[in-house]
């Protein structure tokens, strides 16, 4: 079944720190690939998708095949930086439609 | 500015009771899609829309249905609500011309049966 893995709940760094979100998923095709923010008291919202090979607020992910892996990175990190962090996988096989999301990671930028 | 809308924000309701919540988009997108959220599970896709006629079951359809009335509004009905449907449920949309397709999400509405 296809899944979407973000192992970690919670991570805490330091203003200024780098930052990995961690997103790993299980689909053995082409998928499509979001990064998903949510900042306090606020709607869920798209950071940034793979096919755009895009930075957003410093933010980057790269699509890696071979270790299914879309782990979203930011150099220097902001406290405005934290929210909660949702990975998410788009596929449609055989007609059947499925838009997944993880567990979400929470960012906590301390000063 | 465009936007998507959920009513109700809050509802707590009763075991065996019947309950609509509802969404309304103005951003002119064809599909719509209701998930529902609960604490360390993430989202999951209870049905989805791509038009007026076309309606789907998602992962966890079971004890939900949907109407989808106009191209703007789509509603997610419990017919019999029981406590483990208590979650934070969120509509969202999407545009098909503007594939791969970012979701645009409602504030949400928390339901609690009791």
């Known amino acids: 079944a296809q899944r979407v893995t973000q192992p970690e709940k919670l991570l805490s760094v330091f203003k200024g720190a780098p930052v990995e979100l961690k997103c790993n998923y299980s689909?053995?095709?082409?998928?499509?690939l979001f990064w998903y923010v949510q900042y306090s008291r606020q709607r869920l919202q798209l950071l940034l998708r793979h096919i755009s090979r895009e930075s957003i607020k410093g933010f980057t992910a790269d699509l890696n095949k071979g270790e299914t892996s879309f782990h979203l990175k930011k150099p220097f990190a902001q406290e405005e930086d934290s929210a909660m962090y949702y990975c998410a996988l788009e596929r449609t096989t055989s007609g059947t439609y499925k838009y997944i999301f993880g567990t979400g990671t929470r960012l906590k930028v301390l000063a | 500015d465009a936007d998507v809308t959920q009513t109700p924000r809050n509802r707590i309701t009763k075991t065996g009771k019947r309950i609509m919540l509802e969404c309304s988009q103005t951003k002119g997108h064809d599909r719509m899609y209701w998930y529902r959220q609960d604490p360390g599970l993430g989202l999951r896709l209870i049905y989805y829309s791509f038009d007026v006629k076309d309606i789907n079951k998602g992962e966890i359809s079971d004890g939900y249905s949907v109407s989808r009335q106009a191209q703007a509004k789509f509603s997610l009905s419990l017919e019999s609500a029981i406590p483990n449907q208590t979650a934070l449920y969120f509509c969202a949309t999407s545009d098909r011309a503007r594939g791969p397709y970012e979701q645009y999400f409602g504030p949400g509405t928390r339901l609690t049966v009791t």
């Open positions: 689909y053995s095709g082409s998928p499509e």
